[in-house]
């Protein structure tokens, strides 16, 4: 089956910092999502994705289908933004996320 | 329009009891996936359904676990004599053929 991996696995930013998290998958795909799952455990989307770039305020992702990855940015970041960062592809296989704590 | 709903949002069984797990996709929707998470780890992939039919079951434990998706209502998932190991969040996802798909609140499922 297909391969998800993300990296980093853990990422600690300061307060206001940028940060770029990456999805590599093993295979062609025609569908990619990235998810945040805040500290309360809900699933929330932020990009559908398959290929392109889109924005969203402070978040943009990139997906570059033929060379089968995608990037998910956060620019000055936020507390807010601390949790874990999944990407999913084809039939919604998830890699294994990115932790991100963002501190005060 | 309803997001993907999922009850109970908490459910206690003691060990041997049956659990079940109810996801109402939303509407339009009849691709249901179902996810087990443990505390700090990763989404682990069950079982892929559409309507009436199981379209991958890899994830899945063969034995004490099944899911549908009838014609008509929820999808459920069934854990039969529960077991200690099984206390998990479980989450559902739905979506159209080819588009974004989107979750439920999840069902926290402890085993006393």
């Known amino acids: 089956g297909i391969q998800v991996e993300q990296s980093p696995p853990d990422l600690i930013l300061q307060e206001g910092a940028n940060s770029t998290l990456r999805c590599n998958f093993s295979d062609s795909v025609n569908n990619l999502q990235w998810f945040h799952q805040n500290p309360w455990g809900q699933l929330i989307n932020l990009f559908y994705i398959p290929s392109g770039t889109k924005q969203n305020g402070r978040l943009s992702a990139t997906t570059v289908a033929t060379e089968r990855y995608s990037l998910l940015y956060i620019s000055s970041s936020q507390t807010t933004d601390s949790g874990v960062y999944f990407c999913?592809?084809?039939?919604?296989?998830f890699g294994a996320g990115t932790r991100l704590t963002v501190k005060p | 329009n309803a997001g993907v709903m999922q009850n109970p949002r908490h459910l206690v069984r003691r060990r041997g009891q049956e659990a079940r797990l109810r996801c109402s996709p939303m509407?339009?929707?009849?691709?249901v996936y179902w996810y087990r998470q443990l505390p700090e780890e990763g989404l682990k992939f069950m079982v892929y359904l559409q309507k009436e039919n199981i379209i991958d079951e890899s994830g899945m434990p063969k034995e004490r676990f099944s899911a549908e998706f009838p014609k008509e209502g929820p999808s459920i998932l069934r854990i039969q004599q529960v077991v200690r190991g099984d206390s998990a969040a479980y989450f559902c996802a739905s979506h159209k053929m080819s588009t974004e798909a989107f979750f439920g609140q999840g069902t926290r499922l402890t085993v006393v």
């Open positions: 999913a592809v084809y039939d919604m296989r």
């Open positions: 509407k339009g929707h009849s691709h």
